[in-house]
């Protein structure tokens, strides 16, 4: 194996970027990004490789042109053979990195099988590691980063405030989960927490909130840099007492295929038909994204006014999928597509005129905004974190409030009955920023790294 010292003098440098989940599972726009940052790396000789968690047994292939470790993700907590010289023994994750032979590690998510653990192992090992923020449950207990459920947050955690907001998204009635944010920290013995069951987290959820801090602080420190996909980020980890100097704001990017694509088919469509306007919305079918959002707000519209609606996606939590279902009964304006993968992604935005984001929480992006605009579609989105930075209200889009599907209805049946407003609004899309800038990349993982 080559060392890292005369990898560097070559010109190759490796970085692995870590994620919770890989290609070719049905995977979201994190794992789209890493994707398509390893293949805009690759044309400045920056070699990648990325490390994904799994639930299944180590496996290893090649996924876009680059090497994918897939580890059990418990490796970090299942020790491997004593290092040599009576050294401290590493776990199965420690020496997956160290026989990748990696110069920087990149963390992508936030969870148990690629998360705070992982990279206090990695750091450890002596790698320099850097974390993009794209999930807000790393700041976020309740992981929506809306203060109560019902506004958005600025991202400071308090115990109090905290342990109230999650303690509602708990199912709890406002009055007990006011109580239970004035109780003092209790920290019950595990084996009297699973007894308790919910009451015993709720009961432990001041501890909760201390822990959520710590681990971002501990985050923090472990890092040389820590990159936030939007400015809500930034800020959110600023109210926390991150150094600013150890942020960065890098915002997300496309393939420029995609763009490519995106390009062609603008050019084919210079002459749209006058038929009903589709409006499309592509991702998991959970209360979070808001598709039931566009389905009350289609049941408001008169069924003489040119609207279809083109839903994309699957979901994992049945009554939620039974109350889309109760919404769409007898409804022969949608179109239920089921779960598209990302190659697929090109051919469903060509049948659209309109992409909706009706997001239900603070997205860090989302990256398929970028997606559609690159296919010159106008953008309905909700009025919340990375959405509202991305979209341009009254200029490229529109954007409406995260829970008013009344608001949404007046908007789309406005939308279908001025189609000359589509296309002013097309008309003003900006050209999307691509991943084959490679040079602002590399420059980026210099400065943040030292290298």
Not at 13 to 28: D, I, K, T
Not at 118 to 139: F, R
């Amino acid at each position: 194996m080559t060392p890292p010292e005369n990898r560097r003098r070559a010109g190759r440098l490796r970085v692995g970027h870590c994620v919770g989940f890989y290609f070719p599972e049905n995977v979201g726009g994190t794992e789209v990004y890493v994707r398509d940052l390893a293949h805009g790396l690759a044309s400045r000789s920056i070699e990648s490789t990325i490390v994904a968690a799994t639930d299944r047994t180590y496996e290893e292939y090649s996924w876009s042109g680059a090497p994918v470790l897939r580890y059990p993700s418990n490796w970090a907590d299942v020790e491997d053979e004593p290092a040599v010289g009576g050294v401290r023994k590493l776990s199965k994750f420690q020496r997956l990195i160290m026989d990748a032979g990696l110069d920087i590690f990149h963390l992508h998510s936030w969870t148990s099988g690629a998360g705070l653990k992982h990279l206090a192992q990695v750091a450890q090992l002596g790698i320099p590691c850097v974390v993009t923020v794209h999930v807000p449950s790393a700041i976020c207990l309740r992981g929506t980063m809306l203060l109560d459920g019902v506004a958005p947050c600025d991202g400071r955690i308090e115990e109090k405030r905290c342990i109230q907001c999650w303690s509602l998204s708990r199912g709890l009635p406002k009055p007990a989960a006011y109580a239970i944010s004035q109780m003092p920290r209790i920290v019950l013995p595990q084996e009297a927490g699973r007894r308790l069951g919910r009451l015993g987290t709720v009961l432990s959820a001041r501890s909760l909130v201390k822990v959520q801090k710590s681990d971002l602080h501990r985050m923090s420190e472990l890092c040389r840099k820590i990159v936030t996909p939007s400015q809500w980020v930034y800020s959110a980890l600023v109210a926390n007492d991150v150094a600013p100097e150890k942020l960065m704001v890098s915002r997300q990017a496309v393939a420029q295929s995609f763009v490519d694509a995106g390009k062609q088919h603008k050019e084919e469509t210079a002459e749209r038909s006058d038929g009903a306007l589709r409006i499309g919305f592509v991702g998991r079918l959970e209360s979070y994204k808001g598709p039931h959002v566009l389905l009350e707000a289609l049941a408001a519209i008169p069924r003489d006014v040119p609207l279809r609606l083109i839903v994309a996606g699957s979901g994992t939590e049945p009554p939620y999928l039974r109350i889309l279902e109760k919404l769409a009964e007898g409804e022969d304006r949608i179109e239920f597509l089921g779960p598209i993968s990302h190659n697929e992604l090109p051919a469903f935005l060509k049948k659209i005129d309109v992409l909706a984001v009706p997001s239900n929480y603070m997205e860090t992006g989302p990256l398929v905004v970028l997606e559609a605009f690159a296919f010159g579609i106008p953008v309905m989105g909700a009025n919340l974190g990375g959405i509202a930075e991305r979209v341009r209200d009254g200029i490229d889009g529109w954007l409406l409030p995260f829970r008013d599907s009344r608001a949404w209805a007046r908007v789309m049946q406005d939308a279908a009955l001025d189609r000359d407003k589509i296309e002013r609004l097309r008309a003003n899309i900006s050209a999307s920023r691509t991943m084959e800038r490679s040079e602002e990349h590399t420059s980026e993982l210099q400065s943040r790294f030292g290298i």
